[in-house]
């Protein structure tokens, strides 16, 4: 039987500068990720020290100004690298997604100092960062976070408890979202608060049905002081930061969710043209076969589409509808076709001694976090017919 083990994404890069980076990411991944993504996931045991590579090769701030320590990538180079990281371990793609996010609003939004003395070491120095919205009570509805934070004299004090933070209790700075002034979205701001800040901590990590490599937590801010050099943006300007964030932050996702996406089907693919049953491989019955053709047609449909939002956003365009239709149907995506790539394997694919079932258990999460998929739905609806009326 002729070898039909799955093949590398056929990637159509810009530069040849991309294509020697693709070149590194694939070696890292195959040496660094890959071997030992299964067991570090099983003991639940997040790898510091990959992050700290991916640092020492430029891979943390891929999409930012090189002038501050960035890779000056485009977007939709950027994304594919997340895509090939998530393949392999999806802790380390999300991770290196909300490494991204939470170095959004400096980079975008800081002055000219602050980026000065802060980027190269968020984006090259090691660090490694958490981004700070939801909170217990506030999810969907970010605008109604109760997080404060109150002027006195050259300093803010923060108190309060934000929720569900990737790299909770390990990350080295947090991009905070607190409520500064009244109710409602113009009442918020954006602070970089130190990992190390007095009265900063966090508790104990979610328990979460996969991703038990990444550590999720409640982090609490008791009477947080930072200095007002450290605020981002303008006074009540924080909201507007944290959605321009998170409209990137989605595309992040959604790359991600493809990743494990094309690591499901050939996982499926490797076993279904090996695995033989009454007397010939299970790739040979149609079920199967079209089971797989639909299940590689909705990935390249789904990096598709989050590509062209990418491309948007490089031409400077808008794209938050584009945005919120990729991480909708690549996270959706990512959801069948895990399932569908445990049913291949039948009774094997829900044991742990194939990585299918973690894959099926790891897309679960990226059709809730940074935005569910109903909100989504809602932002789509918005673009087309408007705000609803009440």
Not at 347 to 360: I, L, S, V
Not at 374 to 385: G, N, T
Request: net charge negative; proline share 4%.
């Amino acid at each position: 039987m002729p070898d039909r083990a799955p093949q590398p994404v056929d990637r159509q890069l810009p530069t040849d500068e991309a294509r020697d980076l693709f070149s590194l990411v694939r070696e890292l991944v195959q040496r660094e990720i890959a071997p030992s993504a299964a067991e570090e996931e099983d003991a639940g045991r997040f790898p510091r020290e990959t992050f700290s590579l991916l640092s020492e090769s430029g891979l943390l701030g891929l999409p930012y100004d090189s002038d501050f320590g960035g890779g000056d990538q485009p977007y939709e180079v950027y994304l594919q690298v997340l895509e090939e990281l998530a393949a392999a371990r999806l802790t380390v793609g999300l991770g290196v997604s909300v490494h991204s996010l939470a170095c959004h609003a400096l980079a975008n939004f800081g002055t000219k100092e602050q980026r000065v003395e802060h980027l190269p070491a968020m984006l090259g120095g090691g660090l490694l960062g958490a981004y700070c919205l939801s909170e217990p009570s506030s999810g969907s509805d970010a605008a109604s976070l109760r997080t404060k934070a109150v002027r006195e004299g050259d300093d803010w004090v923060i108190t309060g408890t934000k929720a569900w933070i990737t790299h909770g209790g390990i990350a080295d700075f947090y991009t905070v979202l607190a409520r500064s002034g009244g109710e409602g979205a113009r009442g918020i701001t954006a602070f970089l608060v130190p990992g190390d800040a007095e009265g900063l901590s966090a508790a104990a990590p979610e328990k979460k049905m996969g991703m038990k490599g990444s550590p999720t937590a409640q982090v609490h801010f008791d009477g947080v002081r930072v200095s007002d050099a450290r605020r981002i943006g303008d006074e009540g300007q924080g909201f507007a930061i944290a959605l321009s964030a998170l409209d990137s932050g989605r595309l992040g996702i959604a790359a991600c969710a493809i990743g494990v996406a094309q690591a499901a089907l050939d996982e499926a693919l490797a076993y279904a043209t090996g695995r033989e049953q009454f007397g010939r491989p299970i790739a040979d019955f149609q079920g199967l076969r079209f089971m797989l053709a639909d299940m590689a047609t909705q990935i390249e449909a789904g990096r598709a589409l989050y590509l062209t939002a990418a491309r948007l956003r490089d031409a400077g365009r808008l794209f938050s509808k584009q945005a919120a239709m990729a991480k909708l149907m690549c996270t959706d995506t990512a959801m069948k076709v895990t399932t569908d790539a445990v049913q291949v394997l039948g009774g094997y694919g829900y044991t742990a001694d194939f990585p299918a079932e973690r894959y099926m258990r790891e897309a679960k999460v990226l059709q809730i976090v940074e935005g569910t998929n109903q909100i989504q739905r809602m932002v789509i609806a918005r673009h087309l017919a408007g705000p609803e009326t009440r």
